[in-house]
């Protein structure tokens, strides 16, 4: 079955430092998708960043970067400069499925909760 | 642009009763997706939308169904509720179908079971 593992519920960074988010993932597909979503506490899930599994190259959107290693199957998101608007739950998500075949489905680790200290 | 709408923001009901959520997505977005999210399940996806036809479901009991309308609205029914059922449902949209797709989400409902 595929999931998807985040091992640390919370960590804290100290505003401005730079901190990295851990996710590993199980799948035996060979295209995907992962995703980094953040939910604060205003509840909203915000799409942070979208890695497609064929591209080598690691996403990056402003500040937030990934670092995809498809053989270990690792997907770990580094947030630069942190900004206390950063505080939230991020969840890494795996797409899975085929959507011709009507499997398609997000798969959701259980979330880290990211304390930013002024 | 408006984002994704949820209604309504709070709801409580009774074991046995059943209810309908609602979610407008982005203009011009066709497709609509349903997430439960509970703190010991966590976020699981429910089914997915597109073009008034479900594309794809998670595994989730019959109680839970879902239907879209010709302006992509949605709305998702619980039957016969369960205390278990308690959770904050969240709706996402995006521009094209498949839960690939970026998607945008609304700030959900809250349902209580009593």
């Known amino acids: 079955a595929q999931t998807v593992t985040q091992s640390q519920p919370e960590m804290s960074v100290q505003e401005a430092e730079t901190v990295t988010l851990s996710c590993t993932y199980d799948?035996?597909?060979?295209?995907?998708?992962l995703f980094w979503y953040k939910q604060p506490p205003s509840r909203q899930m915000i799409l942070v960043i979208r890695q497609e599994a064929y591209k080598q190259q690691n996403a990056t959107e402003n500040r937030f970067s990934v670092n995809f290693q498809k053989a270990a199957k690792s997907f770990s998101l580094k947030i630069s400069d942190s900004q206390l608007g950063d505080a939230a739950m991020y969840f890494c998500a795996y797409r899975m499925g085929d959507l011709r075949g009507g499997s398609e489905k997000l798969v959701f680790g259980k979330g880290t909760k990211l304390t930013v200290n002024p | 642009k408006a984002g994704v709408t949820q209604t309504p923001r709070y709801l409580i009901k009774t074991r046995g009763q059943q209810v309908t959520l609602s979610c407008s997505p982005i203009s011009g977005h066709r497709s609509v997706s349903w997430y439960q999210q509970t703190p010991g399940q966590g976020l699981q996806f429910l089914f997915e939308?597109?073009?008034?036809?479900?594309?794809n479901k998670g595994n989730f009991p019959g109680r839970f169904s879902g239907r879209q309308f010709s302006n992509s609205r949605s709305e998702m029914n619980v039957s016969t509720l369960e205390l278990g059922d308690s959770a904050l449902y969240l709706c996402a949209s995006s521009l094209v179908g498949g839960v690939g797709q970026p998607q945008h989400f609304g700030d959900g409902t809250r349902l209580s079971i009593l």
């Open positions: 939308y597109f073009s008034e036809t479900q594309r």
């Open positions: 799948t035996s597909e060979s295209d995907y998708y």
